[in-house]
């Protein structure tokens, strides 16, 4: 503290260096100035890399040195303890940071809000696509005329015949066939006419492809050409809920020919238009009442 501070400051510097070494700490000063360091108990004067004075060692009255503070060992902290002070600072600077301790908070409540939406939404979606997997049927297949989808051989084209779907029938990796013919034409109910896809189809149409009867029995018969029909939720809708007849028991037009409704079956959605209207009927029935062709449009099999 030579030039760099004033007086007063310079002193109470100095102060501070004599109280240190009073209790036992080792000061050394370098200055210019002889009044500073007349505060040192050794001066050792320096000239051009010499030492020319040296004022010799000052030792100390050890009676009036202080005692060495006796140092503790530090206590061991275990985890619990470790982790019960962690949780004393954390809580101690939230509470010191109350608005921004409630904003993260509100983020990450919605955060996790968010990702619990989105896991339930995709968990949802995909027990959908796993039920409607489940009601199709992974051992389903169907046979249809040709040997593709675009085969256009009309002339030289061998139809399916009932008698192709009973022999499938006996093969024994076969659980259950249906045949299956198919048109489109109107339902009609006293005042109320609905287009519906117009299903020629065997008892065993509804095992195989997972299709849920609702209400009502199944066909009695379904190579007798019986005049019956199985009607879906969308039909009884259109036709019987304003009403509110019950549907089984009553008598519709198809077409042209008249139907007694056995029972009420499940939407079909497989095509993609929930809205569409289906109903089932004997296949023998559609054959020989509504199409006048005796071969099939394709045979539905359900493997073992």
């Not at 100390?60 to 061991?76: G, I, Q």
């Not at 020629?200 to 997972?210: A, M």
């Not at 009420?264 to 238009?273: E, I, L």
Request: glycine fraction near 8%; hydrophobic fraction near 40%; aromatic fraction near 4%.
């Amino acid at each position: 503290p030579t030039g760099a501070l004033d007086s007063q400051s310079g002193r109470e510097v100095l102060a501070i260096l004599c109280e240190l070494n009073r209790r036992g700490h080792t000061v050394v000063m370098v200055t210019h100035d002889m009044d500073v360091a007349r505060h040192a108990q050794r001066i050792i004067e320096l000239r051009d890399g010499e030492i020319i004075s040296d004022s010799g060692r000052h030792i100390p009255d050890t009676e009036s040195l202080p005692l060495p503070a006796v140092v503790r060992p530090r206590k061991r902290l275990y985890l619990s303890d470790r982790f019960r002070e962690s949780l004393y600072m954390a809580l101690k600077t939230m509470h010191a940071h109350r608005l921004r301790t409630a904003l993260t908070m509100t983020g990450i409540v919605f955060g996790i809000a968010a990702v619990v939406t989105v896991v339930a939404l995709g968990e949802g979606a995909r027990q959908r696509t796993l039920e409607s997997i489940r009601d199709l049927g992974t051992n389903v297949i169907s046979i249809y005329p040709g040997r593709d989808f675009f085969d256009d051989s009309n002339g030289s084209l061998r139809p399916l015949l009932p008698a192709d779907a009973a022999a499938l029938e006996k093969q024994g990796f076969v659980d259950s066939v249906s045949p299956e013919v198919s048109t489109q034409d109107s339902i009609r109910f006293r005042g109320k006419s609905a287009t519906a896809s117009i299903n020629g189809v065997g008892r065993n149409h509804f095992r195989v492809n997972g299709i849920r009867l609702l209400q009502g029995t199944l066909f009695h018969d379904d190579r007798s050409a019986l005049q019956e029909v199985i009607i879906d939720e969308n039909a009884r809708k259109a036709l019987f809920d304003e009403a509110g007849l019950e549907a089984t028991g009553q008598t519709v037009i198809i077409g042209s020919v008249p139907a007694r409704v056995t029972g009420v079956a499940r939407n079909d959605n497989r095509s993609g238009t929930p809205d569409r209207i289906s109903v089932w009927m004997p296949y023998t029935t559609v054959m020989y009442r509504m199409t006048g062709r005796p071969e099939l449009s394709s045979v539905s099999i359900r493997l073992r």
